[in-house]
Nanobody, 121 residues
């Protein structure tokens, strides 16, 4: 199995910054894509940013220029640097790791438990 743990959420004022971290552990053969998602109350979960094993990144339009995703392939970790935070960024942020645990099976997406980010106006 694969365990995914996020950390770094909290309460910040508008215009401030936070850095989220994600760590994957367990019986990991390889990790393909890693991504950050968020879900605000009453809304669907949405992709915030993703990064491939080769370092290619993709961002939601709403966070481009403010958020930066990065990963350390050797440590199976990922980070999300969030700057110029706004109240609309308030949500539970989830880390998703697409990993293979065996050469017999295809990659599968594993989720963390989520970390709350609250931005006050």
């Amino acid at each position: 199995q694969v365990q995914v743990v996020e950390s770094g959420g909290g309460l910040v004022q508008a215009g401030g910054s936070l850095r989220l971290s994600c760590s994957a552990s367990g019986n990991i053969l390889s990790i393909n894509a890693m991504g950050w998602y968020r879900q605000a109350p009453g809304k669907q979960r949405e992709l915030v940013a993703s990064i491939t094993s080769g370092g290619n990144t993709d961002y939601a339009d709403s966070v481009k220029g403010r958020f930066t995703i990065s990963r350390d392939n050797a440590k199976n970790t990922m980070a999300l640097q969030m700057n110029s935070l706004a109240p609309e960024d308030t949500a539970v942020y989830y880390c998703k790791v697409t990993a293979r645990t065996s050469t017999l099976w295809a990659a599968y997406g594993y989720w963390g438990q989520g970390t709350q980010v609250t931005v006050s106006s």
